[in-house]
């Protein structure tokens, strides 16, 4: 985008051409059109819903994009299937490696919800990433499909602060927090976690994760404890591994999990639908799949504040 854009600036500085931009008017942008990616009978369908990118309560997007809240779009869409009697199945496309702790315990609490209300069955399709919230979410679902080589698990919570009161000091800056009780600015990157405050926020991240293993112990149902704790110890594995560890029913492709969805719903021909905004699709049930989320960081250099995530508590895989 930056680069079309400088093109775009050097060519109307030297007088090269006109460039122009297409503006379409749409009748209402936060409407969603039920778009066919795969033909079958028009009275029975099998919608797919996506569970994609770090799953956060809040607008994602750059210039020129519109944007949207993960959670937002997946309650919307799973509405509009609750009203729709010729949608029987529902696909969720996963490629996330997870969110914040709240959002992902809404979305999946949403599906539930959706499960309860419609009796419509639902597969989790993983597709590159099905990790941390995006697995926690997937734990809703009927079923859960992976490829063989679909990165599964990282099962757990983490909480990440930073500190500079050292090099603050270093450079004569004194920060000064006029605050109501000590364990105010726990977690502030001016001062040193004290053991309180450390021990304040293990506990929440040892709450939130025993949430986390109860949702796989009761969706996947693993009884056994240590069979538990081996699958929730924030590892990842391979699809192959998380079948054979239950924390998924079978390996497969996408259009595998299209057909189990099928057969969960008796509707052996149901065409395949997504729902999108206007003017934004392109056609086969891959279509705009993101780049694989996971991002190597081999010859880089990361500031803690570098990913742009908003403090806090999450169910969140980062190699």
């Not at 066919?36 to 210039?63: F, H, M, N, W, Y």
Request: hydrophobic residues 40%.
């Amino acid at each position: 985008m930056r680069l079309a854009l400088s093109c775009c600036l050097l060519s109307l500085a030297a007088g090269c051409g006109n460039p122009s931009f297409l503006v379409t008017p749409v009748s209402n942008a936060y409407e969603l059109q039920k778009v066919v990616v795969a033909p079958g009978s028009k009275s029975d369908k099998v919608a797919i819903v996506e569970v994609e990118g770090d799953l956060l309560d809040q607008r994602a997007g750059g210039l020129f994009q519109a944007g949207e809240n993960p959670l937002s779009l997946f309650a919307q869409e799973l509405d509009q299937i609750a009203d729709d009697d010729s949608v029987k199945a529902v696909v969720l496309r996963v490629n996330s490696p997870g969110g914040s702790v709240t959002t992902s315990d809404t979305m999946y609490d949403v599906l539930l919800r959706f499960r309860a209300k419609t009796h419509k069955p639902v597969v989790a399709a993983a597709m590159e990433v099905d990790a941390s919230g995006a697995y926690y979410v997937s734990c809703a679902a009927d079923r859960i499909v992976v490829s063989p080589t679909s990165i599964v698990g990282s099962i757990g919570v983490i909480f990440e602060s930073f500190n500079i009161e050292t090099t603050l000091d270093r450079i004569g800056v004194e920060v000064n927090a006029i605050k109501s009780a000590p364990l105010k600015d726990m977690g502030s990157p001016y001062k040193h976690l004290t053991p309180q405050a450390r021990q304040v926020m293990q506990d929440m991240v040892d709450e939130y994760y025993g949430r986390f293993k109860n949702v796989v112990a009761t969706s996947r149902g693993i009884k056994d404890s240590a069979a538990l704790d081996a699958v929730t110890d924030g590892r990842v594995f391979s699809g192959d591994r998380a079948v054979a560890l239950g924390l998924a029913d079978q390996t497969g492709r996408l259009d595998d999990a299209i057909d189990l969805a099928r057969k969960l719903a008796n509707v052996p021909a149901g065409e395949v639908i997504m729902y999108k905004r206007p003017y934004g699709y392109s056609g086969s049930i891959y279509a705009e799949m993101p780049m694989p989320t996971p991002k190597s960081n081999d010859m880089s250099l990361k500031l803690p504040m570098s990913d742009w995530l908003p403090s806090g508590f999450y169910y969140l895989w980062q190699p």
